[in-house]
């Protein structure tokens, strides 16, 4: 997903900024990153599973409860998919077998 967790600006230098007496901390723009960066991720999904018949949604991350809300959100797509699972870390292999027991 090339998602960064840790972003840091090029000009900050500690993990809080002192304006006069004010304490002011970047935690609000490394979350506001990531949030735009979240989004691009699932507008790119979206566009991808459009010509799709169907769409299953596997794997151990909280990424997969929110791109079930992305596709529920949008009526064209909501049809197509087929579930959501909750499994352990597989390998590629494994994630291939998984779909083919599946479907």
């Keep these: 997903s090339h998602i960064d967790t840790k972003v840091r600006t090029p000009e900050e230098s500690k993990k809080y900024g002192r304006f006069g007496g ?5 935690k609000k ?3 506001n990153e990531k949030l735009e960066q979240t ?3 699932l507008k790119i999904l979206l566009k991808e599973i459009e010509d ?3 769409v ?14 992305e596709i529920k959100n949008d009526l064209t797509l909501i049809g197509k998919l087929a579930g959501v ?4 870390s597989m390998t ?5 077998a998984w779909v083919k027991d599946f479907f």
């Design 22 to 26: 004010h304490y002011l901390t970047y």
């Design 29 to 31: 723009n490394w979350e």
């Design 39 to 41: 989004n691009l991720f």
């Design 52 to 54: 799709c018949d169907a």
């Design 56 to 69: 299953v949604l596997f794997g151990p991350s909280i990424m997969k409860t929110i791109f079930e809300k």
């Design 85 to 88: 699972f909750d499994t352990n």
């Design 92 to 96: 590629e292999n494994q994630m291939v």
